[in-house]
């Protein structure tokens, strides 16, 4: 167990619909990041935060948004969903974001049908 | 921005010899390599790591060289175990983000 939890596990929603994907970090790391993994593809960027400040964002699309809150759980909310956003969505939280050991929660698989 | 490249995409051991899967980084900045471990169904479990003022690092069955000059960072199993079994993702983050490789799927055969 890595200490980060994500919920919801498993999520099937209908297309041009919005989720909100919920992360809590491991007790005391201030980053979380964001990460996309589709069937047979490798891990993609969305962004990062510390401390409830956005620090790095990578190929987030705009329909995608993200924030961490006071209490350093962070959301991820998709909207208008299609058929090609179906795929595991990951957090992984870090100490302080740079150049640390970062943890992965077991994600939440995201079918859009 | 880094881009890394990971090789093989799969491969086949048998079960007691050694597997190495190797990967190359492009940007000299840089200096942090950490290696993860995903199971089917799972999140990424972070197994090593190794920094840019390091050569080698070992943990038991596992062990990372990097080699700064080259720009490329391998991982090295020995004496595999089916449980070894899974997809592994070498990393390297220049600082805030981390870029990882397309990863290998490693097979132990018993």
């Known amino acids: 167990d890595s200490g980060v939890t994500q919920t919801p596990k498993h999520l099937i929603t209908a297309t041009g619909q919005r989720v909100t994907l919920r992360c809590s970090p491991r007790s005391g790391d201030l980053s979380v990041y964001w990460y996309q993994q589709s069937l047979d593809q490798g891990l993609q960027f969305l962004i990062q935060?510390?401390?409830?400040?956005?620090?790095a964002k990578g190929n987030i699309l705009e329909r995608f948004s993200a924030q961490q809150f006071p209490d350093l759980h962070s959301e991820l909310n998709l909207s208008s969903l299609e058929l090609g956003d179906s795929a595991l969505y990951f957090c992984a939280s870090s100490p302080t974001g740079k150049n640390t050991e970062a943890f992965f929660g077991q994600g939440t698989r995201l079918t859009v049908v | 921005g880094e881009n890394v490249e990971q090789h093989p995409s799969t491969l086949s051991v048998q079960e007691g010899d050694s597997a190495v899967i190797k990967c190359t980084y492009s940007d000299s900045a840089s200096n942090y390599f950490p290696w993860y471990k995903q199971e089917l169904g799972k999140g990424p479990q972070l197994i090593i790591d190794i920094r840019s003022n390091v050569g080698e690092k070992k943990d038991q069955r596992i062990a990372v060289t990097l080699n700064k000059t080259a720009k490329h960072f391998s991982l090295h199993i020995t004496e595999t175990q089916p449980e070894d079994s899974a997809v592994y993702f070498c990393a390297a983050s220049t600082g805030n983000q981390f870029y990882f490789g397309t990863g290998t799927s490693l097979t132990v055969i018993p």
């Open positions: 935060y510390y401390n409830g400040e956005e620090r």
